[in-house]
Nanobody, 118 residues
Framework: QVQLVESGGGSVQPGGSLRLSCAAS????????MGWYRQAPGKERELVAA???????DYADFAKGRFVISRDYAKNTVSLQMNSLSPEDTAVYYC????????????WGQGTQVTVAP
């Protein structure tokens, strides 16, 4: 079982920045993919950004140019630097990890609230 522990959510004014971090509680395996999704009230969960091991990062269109995802493979962590935040970015942000062995295992963090408001 993999646990994902998130930190860094909170409230910020429009135009501000936040950094989210997530640590995966596994030491012997490296997730094949880690990233962030978000879910706003009344909307479906959507990809924000994710990175496959040793591969390029994938960004949602709304995240390009504003958000930067980074992974620390040694520590099994993933971070999301969010800049130029707008009220439309208000959502619960979920850390995600995929481990591929014989089967595919997807894991989710508990979610962290990001609120962007004046």
């Amino acid at each position: 079982q993999v646990q994902l522990v998130e930190s860094g959510g909170g409230s910020v004014q429009p135009g501000g920045s936040l950094r989210l971090s997530c640590a995966a509680s596994i030491s012997t395996l490296r997730p094949n993919r880690m990233g962030w999704y978000r879910q706003a009230p009344g909307k479906e969960r959507e990809l924000v950004a994710a990175v496959t091991s040793d591969g390029p990062a994938d960004y949602a269109d709304f995240a390009k140019g504003r958000f930067v995802i980074s992974r620390d493979y040694a520590k099994n962590t993933v971070s999301l630097q969010m800049n130029s935040l707008s009220p439309e970015d208000t959502a619960v942000y979920y850390c995600y990890a995929r481990v591929v062995l014989v089967r595919v295992f997807d894991y989710w963090g508990q979610g962290t609230q990001v609120t962007v408001a004046p």
